[in-house]
């Protein structure tokens, strides 16, 4: 769905997700692929290294990133649900001890016990999970991260990111 903003007749493109892979790392891959299209890497435990294995590993990467972004938007809509549903829950309580008090009106221990039941205006109840705590302290550190375009990118020490965009061979 793309909306138009009132000045302008041309839609809005959703944003394209980012690439998980930064440039720096896709021009190494490309030199990679250039220069060592035939070079298969031993590695200990008997796997080896070459193209093939790191386009694995790069389509990897870029399919878990695509998981991860569409577990976050669900995420973020079943929050905004909750919300909502909270907010119509909290109405509907306040009207109801509204209504009880009314009824409640000839009995004074009924209306004593309606006074320590009294709704608050709470978003939500109180969580005292430890995981919880931990889960916040990552969404802050991924807030952080976002807030770095290149932050979550795999990337190259700079030396081998200038050698890679300028299509010399790594030092290593």
């Known amino acids: 769905m793309t909306a138009s903003s009132p000045n302008s007749s041309v839609p809005e493109q959703p944003s394209a997700p980012r690439d998980p892979i930064s440039s720096s790392l896709v ?4 030199l990679f692929r250039r220069e060592f299209a035939g070079v298969v890497f031993p590695q200990e435990g008997g796997e ?3 193209a093939a294995h790191l386009e694995s590993l790069v ?3 870029r399919e878990q990133a695509g ?3 569409a577990l976050e938007a669900r995420l973020a809509e079943t929050r905004a649900a909750l919300g909502s549903s909270h907010r119509l829950l909290q109405a509907a309580t306040k009207r109801a001890h509204a209504y009880a008090r009314v009824f409640a009106s000839g009995r004074p221990e009924l209306l004593d016990a309606l006074a320590e039941h009294r709704p608050s205006d709470r978003k939500l109840a109180p969580r005292k999970s430890k995981k919880n705590a931990s889960a ?4 802050a550190a991924k807030a952080k991260r976002d807030a770095d375009p290149d932050a979550s990118q795999l990337k190259l020490a700079p030396a081998e990111a200038k050698r890679a965009s300028r299509g010399e061979p790594s030092a290593a």
């Open 48 to 50: 080896s290294l070459d």
């Open 59 to 61: 389509a990897q990467v």
């Open 27 to 30: 021009a190494f891959l490309d």
């Open 67 to 69: 998981e991860e972004a």
């Open 136 to 139: 916040a302290k990552k969404r």
